[in-house]
């Protein structure tokens, strides 16, 4: 069987990347693709940036490495300083979406935003979510909204996120990632693996530099519950 483990939104947390880590080593997992969102909210973006670019063979730009590579906002400086502009530049080099076939399904990975214009569930209408699928993947693989869901339709059509490593928000404030398993005969299974770490000590890293926003980051990483503006999602 083809296994592929399917990480997103790392957002500079390293224990809870470390915890990751650990967790794909124990399950042996070799073949990793980030789906985006590899740097800002968290304090260690150099750390998490660079942990990604060496292990893993697919890494998507997400809407945080678009408007920190592209200096967007103000207000980032923080992330600008601790990248420094080799990373900045290759963060706006990363490409947007990933297609493959799996089990002889045809397959998009993608972050979310910046492609999808506003963040999307699986669960949001039909219409909706249909555009996704043009011109003819069968599977959508998604992150960005931070916890996982997974929706089948009645062609045979699937989407699914794959919840976030270092910023879940579904009220259980864990390591979340996806692993994609398929046999060549078109049998396909997605896990969804929820791991522990230290959010105490992600939160005392946060506390020792003079990171942006900071006072949204713990509830975010001891709750799980969105502690930022909507606008800054």
Partial sequence: MNRVALIADLHGNLPALEALEQDLNRRGLREIWCLGDIVGKGPSSPETFDWAMAHCSVVLRGNWDEGIGRKLFPADQFYYDQLGPERMKKLIELPQEHHTVIGGKR??????????????????????????????????????????????????????????????????????????????????????????????????DAEAVELPRRDAWSPDVNTGVYGRAKKQS
């Fill in 107 to 204: 397959v998009r990975l993608l972050h979310g935003r910046p492609i999808m214009p506003s963040l999307v569930s699986a669960h949001d209408s039909i219409d909706k979510l249909m555009w996704l699928f043009r011109p003819d993947f069968d599977i959508v693989g998604y992150a960005d909204i931070h916890h996982p869901e997974l929706r089948p339709f009645r062609d045979g059509k699937i989407i699914f996120s794959i919840g976030s490593v270092g910023n879940s928000l579904s009220s259980l404030p864990c390591v979340q990632y996806s692993i994609l398993s398929w046999e060549e005969n078109g049998a396909a299974d997605i896990t969804y693996c929820f791991v522990p770490y230290d959010n105490a000590r992600a939160v005392r």
